[in-house]
């Protein structure tokens, strides 16, 4: 009977293991031949080379990087890129005015003709990734930095030598290892297509990280190139990219249990991160941003309820504030209800028991954990006030304006040829108009008085700036006399003083400028204060971080260890899931346009329903997209994803896309920190309801033609004969 336990017992360890590698982890496309076992195993039918080839088409091909912060794919021969609706906001909200509200109404353009360029925006594909870790540790050991530098710098010029293509060198695993990756990048890239934000927000901050979820979040854009197909600046005449690859849109539809890929380029996850580690972010960084961020948005929506031309320009700041401020309180209820700081801690204690059990090791590693804890302990004093100098000192816009005016300074300082400096003044007069297009000086004057009052309430005077000197009493009154001094004086709050200026630039002219001066010497006295102790810090922590991943690569030798995300490519596997959220309750896999009917709040600009989806919806009018009398809007599977995954593509076992990512879960918003294989979910809108919201809702039928459209019978019709062909047996 004993031996019987311990063999049911190791039965339910390996499978739980191969649970968990199912579906956590974010891996490199270059090296998915070492998950390719696992990845059959769950029903996937392509090959590594289907996923990832440098001489062949390639799924890889059809990913773009959206914008620099955000992911896309390729669904048509003629360039067509979908994301998410909230990617795209900015550039729904830039073509944007109260005479054409397409944040409100939408847009569909009927021809590449009428397609919106977007200045600013570019795509980027990856050519392909190499592995250059040799060469990097090679420089690395002399611990020279500059010889690691100009390796580094080696590399990337030799990758792209006599090409238009960019490369850029990563390390990963802390700098245990470094890949050279090489992109191509365009910049002629329009806007195609938009749901109104009554779909493409649906459920707005109340089911932000929520599930069950009804959002339509998603948006088109194309991309375009050169008459030879090279990138080429935005002109009339460019024509659109013919892709190396495309993604085929399945119409077959998900069930449960079905195999699911993501591909995209995941931003920051922290899952090394010591106990300590988690405790600072937890207690300190994140509480504070909370803080912070909610009066933000305080100040914001009281001005954008009062104006619809102030909604409009502030609709992506407001959105951008407040996505994060919900993820950093989820984050924490995470943390503290999932004990993940006591798990990391038992997971110290065991690694520390390794160490000790070898005394190679225990020379190596022996006072790791101790000295995570020194580091900590000095980072504390000035964790706080540096998030106080982001998120509060530095976040009305005239400060981090005149923040960034010293490059310009700098260039107005140095002995330049006029003519570099005329260059440099008209990119600079182009992103001032591009500003001031979405600013409002009264409520950035608002948000500086709230701001500047919580610095002074909350951070140590040992790290207020000599502004401050003159506030001996903390009334709300003191702050508003310094913001107002600031804003009636500066020219950094109206485009027309800043046009003046750059009409004939000085140093001297930024020198007296009030706005200008406050900025400058807020940073400095700060990096005075406490740049030697925070330098010392992440240079104690990078060096620390890199001797324990490399323990913990020799710990799991043998074993596939994924790196964090560092915002390059990466592949996630998986399958689609409900879960169990808490104690009685189970959440299904799937959400429908009935979902959409039933939160309908006409009081609630988050629940607004469009008239022509609600006439759609009682006429049962459904099209071929109807599944059991009705539409599928969105379902969830278990692939690791996180920000910078938002609308990355979710593919079937054919390659197929049957959705774009779009967003996490509440119940694991401690996911970047620690992945929770049994509540982590992927939460994706269905193509199906895409393809819904373009052809019935919109009529933009151009848009369903040119892409090549799966039909669930012909999928069928392929798995039958893959069943069909005789198995080898040994």
Known sequence: MFKRVICLSFIFLTCFQNLVKA???MWLPLLIERNFEEMERLGIKLTPEDIYSVNNSSIKDAIVN????????IVSDQGLILTNHHCGYESIQTHSSVENDYLSDGFWASSHEEEKFTEGLSVTFLVRMEDVTSEV??????????????VTEELESKAVEGTHYDAEIKDFYGGNEYYLFVYETFEDVRLVGAPPSSIGKFGGDTDNWMWPRHTGDFAFFRVYAGPDGKPAAYDPDNVPLQPRHHLPVSLKGVEKGDFTMVLGYPGNTQRYLTSEGLREVVELKNSARIKIREKRLEVMKADMDASEEIRIKYSPKYYQVSNYYKYFIGQNQGVKRLNVIDRKKKEEQAFMEWVQADESRKGKYGNLMDNYEKIYDASREV?????????????PEVMLLAYQMNEFYEVLSADLDQEIIDSVTAELRDEMRDHFKNYNAPTDRNLMVALFEMYYNDVDKEFHPSAFDKIKKNTTKSFERLADRIFKKSMLVSEEKVNAFLDNPTAEALEKDVAFQLAQTVIQEFREKAGPVLGGVYMALGQQERV?????????EGKNMYPDANFSMRLTYGTVQSYYPRDGVKYLHGTTLRGIMEKEDPDSEEFIVPAKLKELHDNNDFGRYESDGTVPVCFITNNDITGGNSGSPVINAEGHLIGTAFDGNWEAMSGDLVFEPELQRCIVTDIRYVLFIV???AGATHLIEEMTLIEADEEAEVEEMEEAVPQEVD
């Not at 959206?66 to 794919?73: A, K, L, S």
């Not at 690395?140 to 010889?147: I, M």
């Not at 324990?548 to 799991?556: H, N, P, T």
């Open 137 to 150: 540790l090679a420089a690395a050991s002399s611990g020279d930095e500059q010889a690691i530098q100009a």
């Open 23 to 25: 579906d956590e982890g």
């Open 383 to 395: 964790t706080v006030p540096y998030v106080y100098l982001e998120e509060a000192l530095l976040a």
């Open 695 to 697: 052809d019935k809702f």
């Open 548 to 556: 324990y991943l490399s323990a913990l690569k020799q710990l799991k």
């Open 66 to 73: 959206f914008g620099g912060f955000c992911t896309g794919e």
